[in-house]
């Protein structure tokens, strides 16, 4: 893994050696343009996390939730597959440099999912994952 080689970067820094750091164009006289991802980072990177964020979000998993949170919001369907990459990166930087392993109920109560409640006894005594 990549994390190997940077293992103190903070996530600014991570964003940016994965070339996903969103990045503004104008200059004085200008029109303001779209912002853009800066793509100086890893090419590779954003290859390989690119369609399985796209997997992740046609599934039922916790990102698809964030997904439509963000579309719903009014940005662009692009934008939000970029802010799960950012977000996945940022998690399994975290998860490695940690020693962890992603555990789906800590990441859907930060994220504030409501549990139902049978969901929720079965999660208190580590019987469904």
Do not use: W
Not at 106 to 120: C, D, E, H, P, Q
Request: without cysteine; glycine residues 4%; proline residues 3%.
């Amino acid at each position: 893994m990549f994390f190997l080689n940077y293992p103190d970067t903070n996530k600014k820094e991570l964003t940016a050696l994965a070339g996903l750091d969103p990045v503004e164009t104008t200059s004085g006289t200008s029109v303001r343009k779209k912002t853009k991802i800066f793509k100086r980072g890893s090419v590779i990177l954003r290859m390989m996390f690119f369609m399985p964020v796209l997997s992740m979000i046609y599934r039922n998993t916790p990102f698809k939730i964030l997904y439509n949170r963000i579309v719903e919001r009014g940005k662009e369907k692009k934008v939000a597959v970029i802010a799960i990459m950012r977000k996945i990166i940022i998690i399994a930087h975290t998860l490695f440099t940690k020693n962890q392993v992603f555990d789906k109920s800590k990441y859907l109560a930060v994220t504030g999912v409501k549990f139902n409640r049978i969901l929720k006894i079965l999660l208190d005594f580590n019987i469904a994952t």
